[in-house]
């Protein structure tokens, strides 16, 4: 870094490429660790390590001397500015099917424990008395929980665990038929329609 300042006579002409920037922040970076390490400070500084895995980063200099990984930077480069706006409609679309699965099966499944999937009889619980069992591990009983279930169907993960055990302990018909809907909406609309989209946008540019 140093025999590269001396030779573009200073900082300003060093710092106009972002590489050269980057290859100074790893130096500082890894010339802290060693201080740290040659004067023997207890303190946990593993984080300062990780950075110097950055250093694999510089591989993509390699992109200047190819002209085929140019172009294939600039078709990823193409389909990041399309990809962000897929995203936000992507996360406002989860976010709705989160609070409608919260405003219909909020606490309506108890499972005596977690690793069951079929629920506490309708006996043994009501709605004028403390819920007793837990609830399961996919659920919609708060936001976090309730955008990581739909996160979970719309990727295929344990979407059918999911429809099994809401649809299998609600208490009455309509339950099961919106249990049902519910589901089969969101596997629509987030796999086959908004997922689709996500890769037509990924193949469109390449």
């Excluded at 950055?54 to 002209?67: D, H, I, N, T």
Aim: glycine share 4%; net charge neutral.
């Amino acid at each position: 870094m140093i025999i590269k300042l001396w030779a573009l006579n200073g900082v300003s002409a060093y710092s106009k490429d972002p590489f050269n920037v980057f290859d100074a922040v790893l130096v500082v970076i890894s010339l802290a660790d060693l201080l740290l390490v040659f004067v023997e400070i207890d303190i946990n500084l593993r984080t300062i390590k990780v950075f110097r895995s950055l250093r694999l980063l510089r591989m993509f200099k390699l992109a200047k001397r190819s002209e085929n990984l140019l172009t294939l930077f600039q078709a990823i480069k193409e389909t990041l500015k399309d990809v962000a706006y897929f995203m936000l409609l992507l996360v406002i679309c989860i976010f709705i099917f989160a609070l409608v699965g919260m405003e219909w099966f909020a606490y309506t499944v108890r499972l005596h424990n977690i690793n069951d999937s079929i629920g506490i009889p309708p006996h043994e619980s009501c709605s004028t008395c403390p819920q007793p069992g837990v609830s399961p591990r996919l659920n919609f009983d708060d936001i976090i929980n309730s955008l990581m279930t739909v996160t979970c169907i719309i990727i295929n993960e344990d979407w059918n665990l999911v429809l099994y055990t809401f649809v299998y302990n609600q208490t009455s018909v309509a339950g099961k038929y919106y249990a049902y809907s519910y589901i089969l909406f969101v596997v629509l609309i987030g796999n086959f329609l908004l997922l689709q989209t996500f890769l037509a946008l990924l193949i469109g540019n390449f």
